[in-house]
């Protein structure tokens, strides 16, 4: 939620005011400061039982600082205000040496405001019920399933933007988060491993019970004796939205964002406007969305994130640069460069979709190396079924696929009605086209 | 230097039931340039004090930042760990003993390392070999250099009557050169130097790395008329990089006695053949081959003194990586795996250097026996599987035809299950290199090293048809 400009823990505010007046002082031109205050709880299972409560309180604080263009940054996690001037002291003798660079500043001006979202403290019960449930659920319908480690958290954070120009923005923002992974197990024979991560506001849901996850431990428990394909052949993939997730990643890494466009590597660079993808292709990038809580606010360079397109119908309607990326490429700074995401949904059943390939995979996690600068892409298909004549056949192992993300954005043929939520994005099952699928 | 503050707290407080209690700094520093452009200059340190306490097999751990002559926070934290304890101890009422004692004992490890190092230092040698790479390469389509240095201190008390004190640096530069294929396709390459040690003892001098930015730019041209490789079943040659990351991703995650537990094909497989007999693997605490090895660990932050682990002997699984309380589990003993990342983080079963232990064939030789397959010399990530299935990314290797180096090949993929392309291994090299850039990633990140010889494998390459 929007409101007035306010912190909550006066010492952030101080620390901030502290920053910024020994960055004027030792004579920079603008700085900035993040300032933050941090608490985790966890919840820990491992080994067959719930082995560990976890309490990390933490302090963290940037600084940045020009001179001349000249930039100088130290993080430290202390507000003592001796190890603040220090790190002032140390950001100031970094820009000395540093080289000038025009793209450098900070953020113009704005409206300052603040956000907050969920509860300040964790309830440790409930979070322990919901463990419980978890595993006595899993046990009861997935009983093959083991947990190699379960993590059951809630954080809480309250952090401030500062700069030299008078900017103020802080949020506080507290939410559950669920991590693990697992196997399914039979004798001595086990599936790959596998995972699922989940962000929410109440602990009082039962995490089985959602659809996502049922899928997702019946799938793998289905995995526990897989084939192996003879031959190479071209194909289609059936991506799972978990693993869409993981590709959309390293477009963003190899086409979008400041690395790929700054560098001049990025094979879109010039793209803008143009269709770079199949029309059935919309992505989003999201600061605020009623199905999503693990949005943030707040853009990593000190403004306030709007919800943007990044591809829409295909077309490529903006790029993912911070300010300093903008300023280095000519480019316009966009106004989300974070990674909450959202996937339009399809017109096609995922039934149909996967009644539509004659010969291919339903691809439920990319173990790959990463993707070259042109986005060629090669890796092992994990917790992957065959699909033959319309049908999901077998579980796979020792499968391998390669393609190009360019291309495979390009030979999307299908999205699903479908979507999953995992509290961070909102994707369906896509269907690419024109694979290298090879096995032994 | 961290002062000897839970010295005081100990003097004062003492400790109540199996305690550990650390403080850490770690240091980092990052300066890295794109295109003669200054994107990172930046330090920092995180520091802070942690204390796990175990009541009846229940563990509690808090920690907080700052660290300090104030002996009541230190107090707090231990009390807060204490707490969680309890709070789990009343729900899960386990009932379990503490671990048996350890010798109490006392040391101190690379502290002599931790020398002030400049800022402007780190951006003076990036910044020559940024305008070496510019001037000799003017038409390369981006470049980028980068710095990073991380300096781990830890200060360990435990309720057992150890105390360690260590300090491990690392420092590396990593260069990434673009071009464009025949194409227009981008086409890169990258290098780390570096490795244990802080900067000016690793870097003395920018000059003394040209030579290496020369030959990795000559590779960077043959990789841009490169071939994709075949997809399927080859005859490859993993140079001492893949056979180092075979050694930690593919074998080495499944023999941590967690995973184990949890149900990974190293747990049926102990006493059994899992490679060829001209396989040796073993874990590495601190010193190999007469020299320290890229991440010395010589006690754990449990607090046992660090010993080499075997894992595999002449192809016999002969050993897991343990801490202390899967070592009571299986009866084994802990031979100082358990690690922690941060001053915030518990220590987790983790490898240290894992490495395959050098044969007796020449690498030539090895290259002359192959008809038809690829010599890989580069990998640029890997995951593995509780199955043992893995993967390794390979930015650059060659194709062999008739026993000698062909075309290079594009970016690929590498896979299979570990055991058995160990098995299918035929030739080991007699030189063993490590590398020390590596962090794994297994709920925290740790620095790790990898090493080995070369060896000759079948493996599924990811190729195009």
């Given at each position: 939620?929007?409101?007035?400009?306010?912190?909550?823990n006066?010492?952030?505010?101080?620390?901030?005011?502290?920053?910024?007046?020994?960055?004027?002082?030792?004579?920079?031109?603008e700085?900035?400061t993040?300032?933050?205050?941090?608490?985790l709880?966890?919840?820990?299972?491992?080994?067959?039982?719930?082995?560990?409560?976890?309490?990390?309180?933490?302090?963290?604080?940037?600084?940045?600082?020009?001179?001349?263009?000249?930039?100088?940054?130290?993080?430290?996690?202390?507000?003592?205000?001796?190890?603040?001037?220090?790190?002032?002291?140390?950001?100031?003798?970094?820009?000395?040496?540093?080289?000038?660079?025009?793209?450098?500043?900070?953020?113009?001006?704005?409206?300052?405001?603040?956000?907050?979202?969920?509860?300040?403290k964790?309830?440790?019960?409930?979070?322990?019920?919901?463990?419980t449930?978890?595993?006595?659920?899993?046990?009861q319908d997935?009983?093959?399933?083991?947990?190699?480690?379960?993590?059951?958290?809630?954080?809480y954070?309250?952090?401030?933007?500062?700069?030299?120009?008078?900017?103020?923005?802080?949020?506080?923002?507290?939410?559950?988060?669920?991590?693990?992974?697992?196997?399914?197990?039979?004798?001595?024979?086990?599936?790959s491993?596998?995972?699922?991560?989940?962000?929410?506001?109440?602990?009082?849901?039962?995490?089985?019970?959602?659809?996502r996850v049922?899928?997702?431990?019946?799938?793998?428990q289905?995995?526990?004796?897989?084939?192996?394909?003879?031959?190479?052949?071209?194909?289609?993939l059936?991506?799972?939205?978990?693993?869409?997730e993981?590709?959309?990643?390293?477009?963003?890494?190899?086409?979008?964002?400041?690395?790929?466009?700054?560098?001049?590597?990025?094979?879109?660079?010039?793209?803008?406007?143009?269709?770079?993808?199949?029309?059935?292709?919309?992505?989003?990038?999201?600061?605020?969305?009623?199905?999503?809580?693990?949005?943030?606010?707040?853009?990593?360079?000190?403004?306030?994130?709007?919800?943007?397109?990044?591809?829409?119908?295909?077309?490529?309607?903006?790029?993912?640069?911070?300010?300093?990326?903008?300023?280095?490429?000519?480019?316009?700074?966009?106004?989300?460069?974070?990674?909450?995401?959202?996937?339009?949904?399809?017109?096609?059943?995922?039934?149909?979709?996967?009644s539509?390939?004659?010969?291919?995979?339903?691809?439920?996690?990319?173990?790959?190396?990463?993707?070259?600068?042109?986005?060629?892409?090669?890796?092992?298909?994990?917790?992957?079924?065959?699909?033959?004549?319309?049908?999901?056949?077998?579980?796979?192992?020792?499968?391998?696929?390669?393609?190009?993300?360019?291309?495979?954005?390009?030979?999307?043929?299908?999205?699903?009605?479908e979507?999953e939520?995992?509290?961070?994005?909102?994707?369906?099952?896509?269907?690419?086209?024109?694979?290298?699928?090879?096995?032994? | 230097?961290l002062?000897?503050?839970?010295?005081?707290?100990?003097?004062?407080?003492?400790?109540?039931?199996y305690?550990?209690?650390?403080?850490?700094?770690?240091?980092?520093?990052?300066?890295?340039?794109?295109?003669?452009?200054?994107?990172?200059?930046?330090?920092?340190?995180?520091?802070?004090?942690?204390?796990?306490?175990?009541?009846?097999g229940?563990?509690?751990?808090?920690?907080?930042?700052?660290?300090?002559?104030?002996?009541?926070?230190?107090?707090?934290?231990?009390?807060?760990?204490?707490?969680?304890?309890?709070?789990?101890?009343r729900?899960?009422?386990?009932?379990?003993?503490?671990?048996?004692?350890?010798?109490?004992?006392?040391?101190?490890?690379?502290?002599?390392?931790?020398?002030?190092?400049?800022?402007?230092?780190?951006?003076?040698?990036?910044?020559?070999?940024?305008?070496?790479?510019?001037?000799?390469?003017?038409?390369?389509?981006?470049?980028?250099?980068?710095?990073?240095?991380?300096?781990?201190?830890?200060?360990?008390?435990?309720?057992?009557?150890?105390?360690?004190?260590?300090?491990?640096?690392?420092?590396?530069?990593?260069?990434?050169?673009?071009?464009?294929?025949?194409?227009?396709?981008?086409?890169?390459?990258?290098?780390?130097?570096?490795?244990?040690?802080n900067?000016?003892?690793?870097?003395?001098?920018?000059?003394?790395f040209?030579?290496k930015l020369?030959?990795?730019?000559?590779?960077l041209?043959?990789?841009?008329?490169?071939?994709?490789?075949?997809?399927?079943i080859?005859?490859?040659?993993?140079?001492?990089?893949?056979?180092?990351?075979?050694?930690?991703?593919?074998?080495?995650?499944t023999?941590?006695?967690?995973?184990?537990?949890?149900?990974?094909?190293?747990?049926?497989?102990?006493?059994?053949?899992?490679?060829?007999?001209?396989?040796?693997?073993?874990?590495?605490?601190?010193?190999?081959?007469?020299?320290?090895?890229?991440?010395?660990?010589f006690v754990?932050?449990?607090?046992?003194?660090?010993?080499?682990?075997?894992?595999?002997?002449?192809?016999?699984?002969?050993?897991?990586?343990h801490?202390?309380?899967?070592?009571?589990?299986?009866?084994?003993e802990?031979?100082?795996?358990?690690?922690?990342?941060?001053?915030?983080?518990?220590?987790?079963?983790?490898?240290?250097?894992t490495?395959?232990?050098?044969?007796?064939?020449?690498?030539e030789?090895?290259?002359?026996s192959?008809?038809?397959?690829?010599?890989?010399?580069?990998?640029n990530?890997?995951?593995?599987?509780?199955?043992?299935?893995?993967?390794?990314?390979?930015?650059?290797?060659?194709?062999?035809?008739?026993g000698?180096?062909?075309?290079?090949?594009?970016?690929?993929?590498?896979?299979?299950?570990?055991?058995?392309?160990?098995?299918?291994?035929?030739?080991?090299?007699?030189?063993?290199?490590?590398?020390?850039?590596?962090?794994?990633?297994?709920?925290?990140?740790?620095?790790?090293g990898?090493?080995?010889?070369?060896?000759?494998?079948?493996?599924?390459?990811?190729?195009?048809?």
């Amino acid at each position: 939620m929007k409101k007035a400009f306010e912190v909550k823990n006066q010492s952030i505010l101080d620390s901030a005011e502290l920053i910024l007046n020994e960055i004027k002082a030792i004579g920079a031109d603008e700085g900035e400061t993040w300032v933050s205050r941090n608490v985790l709880t966890e919840l820990y299972y491992e080994l067959g039982k719930i082995s560990m409560v976890r309490t990390v309180f933490s302090d963290k604080v940037s600084v940045k600082l020009l001179k001349d263009k000249r930039k100088g940054t130290v993080n430290l996690n202390s507000f003592d205000p001796a190890d603040i001037k220090q790190a002032v002291a140390d950001a100031w003798q970094a820009a000395q040496s540093a080289a000038p660079d025009e793209a450098e500043g900070i953020a113009e001006l704005q409206e300052n405001a603040s956000f907050n979202s969920g509860e300040e403290k964790p309830d440790l019960d409930l979070m322990y019920q919901q463990l419980t449930d978890l595993l006595a659920d899993t046990k009861q319908d997935f009983p093959k399933i083991s947990f190699d480690s379960i993590g059951v958290e809630h954080t809480y954070s309250e952090r401030l933007y500062a700069n030299t120009n008078g900017v103020r923005l802080s949020e506080e923002q507290g939410l559950y988060q669920l991590i693990n992974m697992f196997m399914a197990k039979d004798g001595d024979q086990t599936s790959s491993f596998n995972y699922f991560g989940t962000v929410y506001d109440d602990p009082s849901e039962r995490v089985a019970e959602a659809g996502r996850v049922r899928r997702i431990l019946d799938e793998t428990q289905r995995q526990i004796v897989t084939e192996q394909i003879e031959g190479s052949f071209t194909g289609d993939l059936v991506i799972t939205p978990g693993c869409l997730e993981n590709f959309l990643w390293y477009v963003g890494d190899t086409y979008l964002q400041d690395g790929a466009m700054i560098s001049g590597t990025s094979p879109w660079k010039e793209k803008l406007g143009e269709q770079v993808a199949s029309t059935l292709v919309n992505v989003e990038l999201v600061a605020e969305h009623p199905e999503l809580p693990g949005t943030s606010k707040l853009s990593g360079d000190g403004y306030v994130a709007e919800n943007m397109s990044l591809i829409e119908r295909g077309v490529l309607k903006n790029f993912s640069l911070s300010r300093y990326g903008a300023a280095k490429t000519g480019l316009k700074r966009s106004a989300n460069s974070g990674s909450t995401m959202v996937f339009g949904n399809g017109q096609t059943s995922l039934e149909d979709m996967i009644s539509g390939v004659e010969k291919g995979i339903l691809l439920g996690r990319f173990s790959g190396g990463q993707p070259s600068p042109s986005g060629d892409l090669s890796g092992v298909a994990k917790n992957s079924f065959l699909i033959e004549n319309g049908k999901v056949t077998k579980p796979l192992s020792e499968v391998m696929i390669a393609g190009n993300l360019g291309d495979m954005l390009r030979d999307t043929v299908a999205v699903s009605q479908e979507r999953e939520n995992s509290g961070y994005w909102l994707l369906p099952w896509i269907r690419v086209s024109k694979v290298t699928i090879s096995g032994k | 230097m961290l002062q000897d503050h839970l010295h005081d707290y100990i003097k004062r407080f003492g400790f109540t039931g199996y305690t550990e209690l650390r403080a850490q700094e770690n240091r980092n520093r990052a300066v890295a340039m794109l295109n003669g452009s200054l994107v990172s200059n930046s330090s920092g340190v995180s520091r802070g004090v942690s204390a796990r306490v175990v009541k009846g097999g229940a563990y509690g751990f808090a920690s907080a930042t700052g660290y300090g002559d104030d002996i009541e926070a230190i107090a707090q934290i231990v009390r807060s760990a204490s707490q969680n304890a309890t709070f789990l101890d009343r729900h899960v009422q386990r009932g379990q003993p503490d671990f048996a004692p350890v010798q109490p004992f006392t040391r101190t490890d690379g502290l002599e390392h931790d020398v002030p190092v400049e800022q402007s230092y780190l951006l003076s040698v990036v910044d020559e070999l940024d305008s070496y790479i510019a001037e000799r390469f003017p038409k390369l389509l981006s470049r980028r250099v980068f710095a990073r240095v991380l300096n781990m201190e830890k200060l360990l008390y435990t309720s057992d009557g150890v105390v360690s004190h260590s300090f491990v640096p690392r420092s590396n530069i990593y260069t990434i050169m673009t071009t464009q294929d025949q194409d227009g396709q981008p086409v890169e390459l990258y290098k780390v130097l570096g490795g244990y040690g802080n900067f000016p003892e690793k870097f003395k001098n920018a000059e003394e790395f040209f030579e290496k930015l020369e030959k990795q730019y000559e590779l960077l041209m043959q990789k841009a008329e490169g071939v994709y490789a075949k997809p399927g079943i080859q005859t490859v040659i993993l140079d001492s990089d893949l056979a180092g990351i075979l050694a930690h991703e593919a074998v080495g995650h499944t023999v941590e006695a967690d995973f184990v537990q949890t149900g990974s094909v190293g747990g049926p497989m102990f006493g059994k053949q899992v490679a060829s007999e001209k396989i040796s693997l073993v874990d590495i605490a601190h010193t190999a081959f007469g020299e320290l090895a890229p991440v010395p660990v010589f006690v754990d932050d449990e607090g046992t003194p660090a010993q080499d682990q075997m894992l595999i002997e002449n192809g016999i699984l002969t050993g897991y990586m343990h801490n202390k309380e899967s070592a009571r589990k299986f009866g084994h003993e802990p031979n100082g795996n358990a690690r922690a990342y941060e001053f915030s983080d518990e220590p987790l079963i983790r490898m240290r250097n894992t490495c395959i232990l050098p044969g007796t064939d020449k690498l030539e030789e090895m290259i002359a026996s192959v008809e038809d397959g690829y010599f890989m010399t580069d990998m640029n990530n890997g995951q593995a599987d509780s199955t043992g299935e893995f993967m390794f990314g390979v930015p650059m290797g060659y194709e062999i035809k008739n026993g000698k180096l062909g075309r290079a090949i594009k970016d690929t993929t590498v896979s299979g299950v570990a055991f058995e392309v160990l098995k299918t291994a035929d030739m080991v090299s007699d030189t063993v290199t490590w590398t020390n850039s590596g962090m794994c990633g297994k709920k925290q990140m740790i620095p790790v090293g990898m090493g080995g010889p070369a060896i000759k494998v079948k493996i599924n390459v990811g190729g195009r048809a």
